[in-house]
C-alpha cells in the first residue's frame, strides 16, 4: 500500500475485471530428418519458406546416398506448398559423418579450421585471408630513458595491450608489440629507432596495426570479418570474431615467442593473400542410421539431439519424421507429445504397406489421442532427378493443419482439404478397405474424379471414442495452452473471491469468444461451456497449502464424418394420408 506523508492529491492504478487472453499458435510444425548440411544438436533452428530451409540445411537427397531418409527436404517443401508459414527442423546425421577441415599455413598451421557442421557440403567452402590494419598514428615524441622508452602518440585510440604495430617510413620497417597505451602514451616491447618522431600535419612515418581481413565462402553465402587479430585478449581475435559464423569454426595454435610479425606473413604468404581449402568432409554412412539417431540424447539445454531436441521448444504443435517409421521412433514422437500435452504427432505408415493388413499391423503398434496417421504415399515431382517420386504425406498433411488452422479455425477437422503439389498416390485404397482401416484410425488419402486428391480421414490412434477425432484433441490442448499461457498473472495473488472472480471471468470471456466462432457446440454460452472456481471447488486445505483450482468443461464441435440422406418414395396415397 503507498505511504500518505504528506497533504496532496494521489493518483493510483488498479486491476480490475478480467484480463484480456490471446490464444496461442496451433499451426507452427516441427520436423526431424537427414538434411544436406545444418547443425545437428541444439535449438532447432526456424524456417519460414523453403528457400529459407536451403540456406540452412541445404537442398534434395539422393536417392542414391541417402535412400530411405532422404526425404526431409520434400516434407518441408510440401508443408510450405499446402499452406504452412512456420516450422522448426532438427537435423540427424550418422554417427559416421565428419567435417570438412582445413589450415593455414598447411606444413606448420597456425589457424586450424573446420566446416561448423558435417557433410560432403564442406569441401566446398574457401577462406581467404589479406593483410588488414585496424588503427594507425603518428609518433609525436620519445619520452623515458634509452632502456625504459614510451612513445607519446597522436592518438592511441585502437592500439591494445599484444597488438602486432608496423613502424614504417620511406627507409625502413620495424615490428614491435604494444606492451601498454594509456592517455596516448604507448610501451613497446621493441623500441623503435630516433628517427620515428613526425609532427607534420600530414605524416610521412607512422605506426599501425597488424591485422587481416578474413572473407568465407559456401556457395552465394559469404562471411566477411574484417581486422581480425591474433592477440587474444582483444575483441577482434580471431576465434571470438567468428564465434557466431554459421560456416567454421576455427582454432588458434600458439607460436614460439619471436618475431611478433611471423604469424601474419605465415597467414598471407608472398603474394600478400592466403587460401584455405577445405577437404575431408563425409556425409556418412546411411546403413549405420539407427532409431537411436532420430530418438536423439538429452545433453542438456542447448545440447540435445534428435527428438529431445524439441524440449527446448515451447512453440511447436505438430511433429513429423517424414519417411521413418520405425515403431521405436514413433513411438518415442508420440510420448514426446504426451508428456508435454501440448503438441500433436503426424505418423506416416511405410510406403510397402499396400494391403489392408499390413496397414493395420503398423496402425496397433500405436494408441494415442495425440497422433494420427495417414496412408499412402504421395506422388510429387522430384525437382533434383527431374522425375516424379513418391514421398511420405507427413509434410503434405501437416501443411494441410496449418491450412485449415488459419482458414477456418482449430475445431476445423483438417479432412476432405485438396492436396496441392500432388499428382498421384502410390496406390489407391477404395472406399471397401476404408471401410475397415477408418474405424481402426488410419487416414487415407484418396483421389475423386474432378475433386482431386484429398485427406478422407480425421481421426486420431486413440482407443477412446471421446478423443477420436483429430479436431478435437487438438481443440483442448489449444485452449489449455492458451489458459495456461495468459493466467501466470494470477500466481501469488491473494487467494480470495475477488481472484476467483477475476479468473473466472477472465477464462469465461476466452470461451465465450470461441463459441461464437463456432469453435464449440451449443446453442448458448451456457450449453457450450461452464467455468467454476471458488468454495466448490477448492477444499480449506486446498486454499492453505496455495492451491487455485479451477473446473472448466467445454463442448467440442464433432466433424460430420457421416453425411446421412434418407430418402424414401413419395406416393399419392402417402400425400393424401397427410
Not at 163 to 176: G, H, L, P, Q, T
Not at 496 to 520: A, K, P, Y
Request: aromatic letters at 8%; one cysteine or more; proline letters at 5%.
Amino acid at each position: 500500500m503507498a505511504e500518505y506523508l504528506s497533504p496532496g492529491v494521489y493518483v493510483e492504478e488498479f486491476d480490475s475485471g478480467a484480463q484480456p487472453m490471446e490464444g496461442v499458435g496451433t499451426s507452427t510444425a516441427g520436423f526431424i530428418g537427414l538434411a544436406e548440411r545444418g547443425p545437428i544438436s541444439g535449438v532447432p533452428q526456424l524456417v519460414t519458406n523453403f528457400a529459407d530451409f536451403k540456406r540452412t540445411y541445404g537442398g534434395y537427397l539422393s536417392a542414391t546416398e541417402f535412400g530411405e531418409y532422404r526425404f526431409l527436404a520434400y516434407a518441408v517443401e510440401q508443408f510450405f506448398l499446402n499452406g504452412g508459414a512456420r516450422c522448426f527442423v532438427s537435423r540427424v546425421a550418422p554417427s559416421d559423418a565428419k567435417c570438412a577441415e582445413g589450415a593455414i599455413p598447411e606444413s606448420e598451421p597456425i589457424l586450424k579450421f573446420k566446416a561448423k557442421n558435417p557433410g560432403v557440403w564442406g569441401d566446398d567452402i574457401v577462406v581467404t585471408i589479406t593483410p588488414a590494419s585496424k588503427a594507425k598514428t603518428q609518433v609525436l615524441e620519445i619520452l623515458g630513458t634509452a632502456e625504459d622508452r614510451k612513445y607519446r602518440v597522436k592518438n592511441g585510440a585502437g592500439f591494445q595491450a599484444g597488438d602486432v604495430i608496423v613502424y614504417r617510413s620511406a627507409k625502413e620497417e620495424v615490428f614491435s608489440r604494444v606492451v601498454k597505451n594509456q592517455d596516448n602514451v604507448m610501451t613497446l616491447e621493441v623500441p623503435l629507432p630516433d628517427t620515428a618522431v613526425d609532427t607534420n600535419l600530414l605524416p610521412d612515418k607512422v605506426i599501425m596495426t597488424c591485422e587481416f581481413n578474413m572473407e568465407v565462402k559456401y556457395g552465394d553465402t559469404v562471411e566477411s570479418y574484417e581486422n581480425v587479430s591474433l592477440n587474444v585478449e582483444t575483441p577482434d581475435f580471431v576465434t571470438k570474431k567468428t564465434a557466431k559464423s554459421d560456416l567454421i569454426l576455427v582454432a588458434y595454435e600458439d607460436m614460439p615467442a619471436g618475431d611478433p610479425i611471423a604469424p601474419y606473413d605465415a597467414l598471407v604468404g608472398e603474394d600478400g593473400t592466403g587460401k584455405v581449402l577445405f577437404k575431408g568432409g563425409s556425409n556418412g554412412s546411411v546403413s549405420s542410421i539407427t532409431a537411436a539417431d532420430f530418438i536423439g540424447v538429452d545433453n542438456g539445454a542447448g545440447a540435445r539431439t534428435g527428438i529431445q531436441s524439441f524440449v527446448d521448444n515451447d512453440v511447436v504443435s505438430l511433429m513429423a519424421i517424414p519417411g521413418v517409421t520405425d515403431p521405436n521412433v514413433q513411438l518415442t514422437l508420440v510420448a514426446h507429445c504426451e508428456n508435454l500435452a501440448s503438441r500433436f504427432a503426424v505418423l506416416d505408415v511405410p510406403r510397402n504397406a499396400r494391403k489392408v493388413q499390413d496397414v493395420i499391423n503398423h496402425r496397433e503398434i500405436v494408441d494415442s489421442t495425440y497422433a494420427a496417421m495417414y496412408h499412402p504415399w504421395l506422388q510429387v515431382f522430384d525437382p533434383l532427378d527431374k522425375k516424379n517420386i513418391m514421398v511420405p504425406p507427413s509434410g503434405s498433411v501437416l501443411g494441410i493443419y496449418a491450412r485449415s488452422d488459419n482458414s477456418r479455425g482449430v475445431h476445423k477437422a483438417p479432412a476432405n482439404e485438396v492436396v496441392r503439389g500432388c499428382v498421384g498416390l502410390d496406390c489407391q485404397f477404395n472406399k471397401g478397405e476404408q471401410d475397415i482401416l477408418n474405424p481402426r484410425g488410419v487416414n487415407l488419402i484418396r483421389s475423386f474424379p474432378g475433386q482431386g486428391i484429398r485427406v478422407w480421414g480425421a481421426r486420431t490412434t486413440s482407443s477412446l471414442g471421446s478423443w477420436k477425432y483429430i479436431n478435437v484433441r487438438r481443440l483442448f490442448i489449444y485452449i489449455e495452452e492458451s489458459i495456461k499461457a495468459n493466467t501466470n498473472w494470477a500466481v501469488f495473488e491473494p487467494n480470495d473471491e475477488v481472484l476467483w472472480v477475476r479468473v473466472q471471468r477472465t477464462i469465461s470471456v476466452f470461451l465465450n469468444t470461441m463459441w461464437r466462432n463456432g469453435s464449440l457446440a451449443g446453442s448458448s454460452p451456457e450449453e457450450a461451456f461452464f467455468v467454476n472456481i471458488g468454495r466448490d471447488t477448492m477444499s480449506q486445505d486446498d486454499i492453505d497449502n496455495g492451491r487455485l483450482i479451477c473446473v472448466i468443461g467445454v463442448a467440442p464441435v464433432k466433424p460430420a464424418e457421416f453425411v446421412i440422406f434418407r430418402i424414401t418414395q413419395k406416393t399419392e396415397s402417402a400425400a393424401s394420408a397427410e
